[in-house]
């Protein structure tokens, strides 16, 4: 087990006690061996703090870029709201003299005048602003509105989901709002080539994780499906790939299948992909870091398993199995006493 012992000047120190039993002329006796483990500590620190600096470095190279797509996307529902603005603007103006025009024919009835010149003048009011066109574009204009500022709403909702910092322990997380959290910001990357499939499970459980690493690993292995599809459609007549993400419970796991029409991953280097720096990628477009980060993160960050398998319908399928519960680290990593050690 690993305890803070106290050197003689107070100051606190990590040990390691290794306690065993042996038997000497009839009687049990207690053998402790205590290691000064003060280097590893700081080697183990100085590992860690390295590795949270590789994953966000990571994550901001994604989200960097992520950005020119995801500005793309919101600029699209931008324009034609701003359009739809535009054409409010003019019809407002046109049902305002229209509004007149029935005015003075509601003075005219009032007082009592020649109507029939009046009335024609409605009509004429009612053709030239197309009255009959506004009426039926007016509605759709305020939907198609709406619809393009919930679509941004969403895409800022999702990044900002994705990003967020904040929460470093692990949490109760929704695997498939995850899924389709990641599926919104990383959507630029994968829609120009390749169709989504969903088969997410209802009665799949939340589990303890860290949601932001969590997401970097779906977005590692979804932005490279996509590029594997695209890479796959150079070389042949078809316009689209398929990406499937299936989602569904084990006994004490739950398994998440992000299957690709790419180009697979051929048998002589399944078992280095996960290696650091490894990539197939041409040079400026992949570091070999993203699969390696993905499984660190998924294998020794949450005790689950990431595993590559060749799709039966041609290409990739990575199988990211994680645990429902997460074991508690076996011994005393905080101890409330601490063993006082002399200087000698």
Not at 195 to 224: S, W
Request: aromatic share 4%.
């Amino acid at each position: 087990m690993e305890l803070t012992a106290l050197r003689k000047g107070r100051e606190a120190f990590p040990i390691e006690l290794s306690i065993s039993a042996l038997q000497l002329k009839g009687q049990w006796h207690v053998i402790g061996i205590i290691r000064d483990i003060t280097e590893r500590k700081r080697a183990e620190q100085e590992q860690q703090l390295m590795e949270v600096q590789l994953r966000q470095a990571q994550k901001l190279e994604s989200i960097g870029q992520l950005a020119a797509g995801i500005s793309h996307e919101i600029n699209t529902p931008t324009q034609f709201v701003g359009d739809n603005t535009q054409f409010f603007k003019e019809a407002v103006e046109d049902m305002e003299s229209l509004i007149e025009t029935y005015q003075q024919l509601l003075q005219g009835i009032e007082s009592g005048a020649d109507l029939q010149a009046m009335i024609q003048q409605v009509k004429e009011k009612e053709e030239e602003i197309d009255l009959a066109f506004l009426r039926e574009e007016l509605p759709r204009a305020v939907d198609q509105s709406l619809e393009g500022v919930e679509r941004i709403a969403k895409i800022v909702s999702a990044m900002k989901e994705f990003s967020h910092p904040g929460v470093v322990d692990k949490v109760e997380t929704d695997i498939n709002r995850a899924l389709q959290t990641t599926l919104e910001v990383s959507r630029n990357e994968w829609k120009y080539v390749a169709e989504i499939k969903m088969d997410l499970a209802d009665d799949l459980p939340k589990i303890l994780c860290v949601p932001d690493q969590i997401n970097q690993v779906f977005l590692n292995l979804i932005v490279n499906a996509a590029h594997a599809i695209s890479d796959t459609l150079k070389e042949s007549d078809s316009s689209m790939g398929v990406i499937t993400i299936a989602t569904k419970k084990l006994d004490d796991a739950i398994e998440v299948r992000i299957s690709d029409s790419g180009t697979g991953v051929p048998d002589d280097i399944k078992g280095r992909i996960f290696d650091p720096f490894f990539t197939t990628k041409v040079v400026g477009k992949g570091t070999g870091q993203g699969l390696c980060i993905a499984y660190t993160t998924v294998a020794e960050r949450h005790g689950g398993n990431l595993q590559v398998d060749d799709n039966p319908e041609g290409g990739a399928v990575f199988i990211v199995t994680l645990p429902l519960q997460t074991e508690e680290v076996e011994g005393v990593t905080d101890s409330t006493e601490a063993l006082s050690i002399g200087q000698g």
